[in-house]
């Protein structure tokens, strides 16, 4: 089964074609990552005008790579939550009009299920089952907008067993990154910055949160804090002055500091849920945030069952993952929506 993924929830714009669930046959990806670089952030209106401009030559050159026409096409997929407004617009309507002009089955994806379901595409070589998540799972999905870990029984079951309170850990990475003057998006910049540092120089707390649930924005703080008393300033001194303050040395070590407390707690959380549900089979680590190379190298040792992760090219936001949540979806019994009344939402849990 051929299924084309489409994917516009936040700044990428993506498509790809992939076979039955793992097999990719094309994946382009156009990033916004440069025009918000300058604004450090993403400026939602101005994602949904980029998406609008490259939507359909994305989808274009996904058919093309693939080596495919409309014909070939078993059903088309599509983000309709969580994400920006604008940007799941986008997405969705070119979805709905090619659906009906192809005459094709739609199928409405959530975003951080696909996220999770990048752990079954294949790459190169790769395509045996060996590496495939067992179930029960658990995913921890980690994210710019989402920290989650969600139990899995079974393909396309979802429990939510843990979440944050406020930030999400790759919003983190984002705005301590932002304080030290390093580039958007921080995720890369931060693990970049962080090979020249000395982890232990900064001790940054952990927050204390109840069961499985996480909080980020006080670990945000915590950097704040931290950076003004280095540079011997008040707290009420502009945050964004702070970098002009902070020697590459203190910038390093800062970052990765940061960097190992983030990674901690995410381990540490993740050690608590094993234990509380012993009957985990595997665990799969899913969104931006596990393209980091710490975090790979810690999970790998917080438990006996294996520790997937997506490719790293798969990590970020793409067309194949949803294309292949999709396919699971489809045979778990999942029935087409309607083209002419699907819907998005930009706020919706994934169970
Ligand atoms: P997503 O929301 O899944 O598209 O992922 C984007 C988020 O992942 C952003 O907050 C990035 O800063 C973060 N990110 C990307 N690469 C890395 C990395 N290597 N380490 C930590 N965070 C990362
Ligand atoms: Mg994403």
């Known amino acids: 089964m051929l299924i084309l993924g489409i994917e516009t929830s936040c700044d990428e714009t993506a498509a790809a074609v992939v076979r039955d669930g793992r097999e990719i046959l094309s994946n382009v990806v156009v990033s916004q990552i440069d025009i918000f670089a300058e604004y450090g952030g ?3 209106e101005v994602a949904a005008r980029s998406h609008l401009e490259v939507v359909l030559p994305v989808i274009d050159k996904a058919l093309t790579d693939a080596a495919c026409s409309w014909d070939d096409i078993d059903a088309i997929a599509v983000t309709h939550a969580p994400g920006l407004l604008g940007s799941l617009l986008i997405g969705t309507l070119t979805a709905r009009t090619l659906a009906v002009i192809h005459n094709k089955p739609l199928y409405a994806v959530h975003h951080l299920k696909s996220h999770v379901y990048a752990n079954w595409l294949c790459g190169g ?28 029984p079974q393909h396309n079951r979802f429990e939510i067993i843990g979440t944050t309170h406020d930030d999400a850990v790759g919003e983190c990475f984002d705005k301590v990154a932002k304080i030290l ?18 982890q232990n120089r900064y001790k940054l707390p952990h927050p204390k949160v109840d069961g499985l649930d996480f ?17 011997r300033v008040e707290i009420s001194y502009p945050s964004h002055k702070l970098q002009d303050l902070l020697t590459p040395q203190q910038v390093a070590d800062f970052a990765a500091s940061f960097q190992k407390t983030a990674v901690d707690i995410l381990c540490e959380k993740m050690r608590a849920a094993l234990a509380e549900y012993p009957d985990v089979q595997s ?11 710490i975090l790979r190298e810690k999970m790998k040792d917080i438990s006996s069952v294996p520790v997937c992760f997506p490719l790293a090219s798969l990590s970020g936001d793409n067309g194949a993952m949803v ?5 699971y979806e489809i045979m778990s019994g999942v029935k087409p929506t309607d083209p002419y009344t699907l819907n998005i939402y930009p706020r919706i849990p994934i169970a």
């Open 323 to 327: 294309a292949a949540a999709c396919y």
């Open 125 to 152: 070589d790769e395509q045996n089952d060996s590496n495939v998540p067992q179930f029960p799972l658990l995913a921890l999905v980690v994210s710019g907008g989402h920290t989650q870990i969600l139990y899995m």
């Open 42 to 44: 993403v400026i939602p």
């Open 181 to 198: 003057g390093l580039p958007y998006p921080g995720g890369p910049s931060i693990t970049k910055a962080a090979l020249a540092g000395d």
């Open 215 to 231: 909080s980020f924005s006080g670990l945000k703080t915590a950097v704040l804090r931290a950076v003004q008393k280095e540079v």
């Open 283 to 293: 665990v799969a680590v899913a969104g931006g945030v596990s393209a980091n190379t």
